[in-house]
């Protein structure tokens, strides 16, 4: 199983769906997780830290399931401006170095 | 400077030749990233530093080497550089420690014909 896995999409939404996103990952000595976007041909950014208790940020939630090891990502009212490469990054476990999944792919068209 | 920095933005490069990638961040940050990114791979990491003047190798280290010579430059050396090294990478810092966003750089793309 790879460290960090996500359903490459593309995932392609109307304008104003709910959509969501799952990234599974294997360390289960993992404590700190993101959702890092990326635009085509552009850096990855922050989109949002994933905390034990969930977090909520507008229209994005994220979610920690630590039992069946896997975040998520929960886009409401999608915008034409979410269509974008979210990403999952999960710390391997003892060390600091972050690992990357391959992304999922979000088109929301009009 | 505001942020992190790589330059160049492109090239194009023959095999064969060597290629230093230069990436500068004004943040103070300690740790520093290299990642090559390729269609349907994903982000690859190359190297990595987590203070100057230590570096480690990530997942995919052969045919590049680093430096970490002060807190701010971290250039990625490819010594003779081959066509699979075709790719965009890009360069990012953060605060060492697991809970810490990275920061990343616009990124270069290289080509090797």
């Known amino acids: 199983r790879k460290e960090v896995e996500q359903d490459p999409g593309p995932f392609n939404v109307p304008e104003g769906a709910t959509v969501a996103f799952n990234c599974t990952y294997s360390n289960s000595a993992s404590q700190s997780f993101f959702w890092y976007r990326q635009d085509c041909r552009k850096e990855p950014k922050l989109l949002m830290s994933v905390y034990s208790s969930g977090n909520e940020d507008g229209r994005f939630t994220a979610q920690l399931n630590r039992a069946s090891q896997y975040i998520s990502l929960l886009i409401r009212d999608s915008k034409l401006s979410d269509s974008a490469t979210y990403l999952c990054v999960v710390p391997s476990g003892g060390s600091y170095i972050p690992t990357f999944g391959r992304g999922t792919s979000l088109i929301v068209h009009p | 400077i505001a942020g992190i920095t790589q330059a160049p933005t492109s090239q194009i490069l023959a095999a064969g030749r060597r290629m230093t990638l230069r990436c500068t961040q004004d943040?103070?940050?300690?740790?520093m990233y290299w990642y090559r990114q390729d269609l349907g791979l994903g982000l690859r990491l190359i190297h990595y530093s987590n203070t100057a003047g230590t570096t480690g190798k990530g997942e995919v280290p052969d045919g590049y080497s680093v430096s970490r010579a002060n807190t701010d430059d971290f250039p990625l050396t490819l010594a003779s550089a081959v066509p699979s090294q075709t790719s965009v990478y890009f360069c990012a810092s953060s605060v060492l420690g697991s809970g810490n966003e990275q920061f990343f750089g616009p990124g270069t793309r290289l080509t090797v014909l």
């Open positions: 943040m103070r940050h300690n740790a």
